[in-house]
């Protein structure tokens, strides 16, 4: 899956307890997404990266944030988990800033 | 309203049939298109990308751009039973940021 790793790929928690996913590249891509995909919602985006330290929010960022200190690793945080993220969330990396998107092989998150 | 919308689904064609998917953009600062299809449980693959009016045409996949009416499609020739998948469409804009729309899922019956 063209060098992304995203961990865990499974993982169940508890309502306000504070999550972490990690997705690593090893393919030294600028632009880093995150991305949860929910039935009836297609693929919506949380926050995106295009660079060391650069982040910027997407359509539904509310209740995450994002850390970008190395060029292979994006970090995407939960603060304090809801029901409501409970979902499938994909990494993805881009090239550039008009190159297609290759997606790892995503995380699935429930929140109890 | 959304910024890509596709055509609402489920969409099912029998075998060997011309399946045809559209999606229409919000953002006429939209620079990229992109087309990619996902199996159930799976991550997305990508199928096709077009950056410019017209068609572009990639084995039993053709990809249409028509950036004054904001719209994008994708052809499916000789449609299989293993094309059956969600077929996502996906825009970029000029800062890279990359928006989909809620996908349409394609059935092909033997």
């Not at chain 2, 919308?5 to 990229?32: F, W």
Request: hydrophobic share 25%; with cysteine.
């Amino acid at each position: 899956d063209a060098g992304i790793t995203q961990s865990p790929r499974h993982k169940v928690t508890e309502t306000g307890t504070p999550v972490t996913l990690r997705c690593h590249q090893t393919e030294n891509h600028r632009y880093m997404y995150w991305y949860r995909q929910d039935p009836g919602h297609g693929l919506r985006l949380i926050h995106y990266s295009y660079g060391v330290k650069d982040t910027d929010k997407g359509e539904v960022s509310d209740g995450y944030s994002v850390s970008r200190s190395k060029t292979e690793d994006f970090l995407l945080t939960l603060e304090s988990a809801t029901s409501s993220q409970t979902s499938v969330y994909f990494c993805a990396i881009s090239e550039h800033r008009d190159s297609p998107l290759h997606f790892g092989n995503g995380t699935r998150l429930t929140v109890t | 309203q959304k910024e890509v919308e596709q055509n609402s689904g489920p969409l099912s064609v029998p075998e060997g049939a011309i399946a045809s998917l559209n999606c229409t953009y919000s953002d006429r600062g939209s620079q990229s298109f992109f087309w990619y299809r996902q199996y159930s449980g799976k991550s997305p693959e990508l199928i096709m990308s077009i950056y410019s009016n017209g068609d572009k045409e990639d084995g039993r996949f053709t990809a249409q751009l028509n950036k004054a009416s904001q719209y994008v499609s994708l052809l499916i020739r000789d449609s299989q039973p293993s094309d059956s998948a969600t077929y996502l469409c996906a825009v970029k804009n000029e800062a890279g940021k990359s928006t989909f729309g809620d996908g349409t899922t394609l059935t092909v019956k033997p």
